[in-house]
Nanobody, 126 residues
Framework: QVQLVESGGGSVQAGGSLRLSCKAS??????????MAWFRQGPGKEREGVAA????????EYGDSVKGRFTMSRDTAETSVYLQMSSLKPDDTGMYYC?????????????????WGQGTQVTVSS
């Protein structure tokens, strides 16, 4: 399994922005052989996929509710991925998790990911 450490959560007003970071305990070679993703779980809600990317490629998949507002990026040298969140809404409130799996992503089914970070809280007030 991969150790994942998230950071960057916090409280922000609606319309604001936050940037989450996730550092993976992987070599540079292994980093580009993994899929990494961001999930979130709001109060009383199921865990949902926010963004996912196979780090050996360039395509990123986004959840419908965040398309056009969130951007996932990577820094291979730092073996890290980031989630830039803009135009935040109260519905974006929740615990955000970084997750990883070896190989391609094949969607954002949480059950396919075997490594998870501890989560970072994002709270958006109206």
């Amino acid at each position: 399994q991969v150790q994942l450490v998230e950071s960057g959560g916090g409280s922000v007003q609606a319309g604001g922005s936050l940037r989450l970071s996730c550092k993976a305990s992987l070599t540079l070679y292994d980093f580009t052989s993994h899929c990494m993703a961001w999930f979130r779980q709001g109060p009383g809600k199921e865990r949902e996929g926010v963004a996912a990317r196979y780090l050996g490629g360039s395509n990123t998949e986004y959840g419908d509710s965040v398309k056009g507002r969130f951007t996932m990026s990577r820094d291979t040298a730092e073996t890290s991925v980031y989630l830039q969140m803009s135009s935040l809404k109260p519905d974006d409130t929740g615990m955000y998790y970084c997750a990883a799996k070896r190989g391609s992503c094949f969607g954002m089914d949480p059950g396919r990911f075997d490594s998870w970070g501890q989560g970072t809280q994002v709270t958006v007030s109206s």
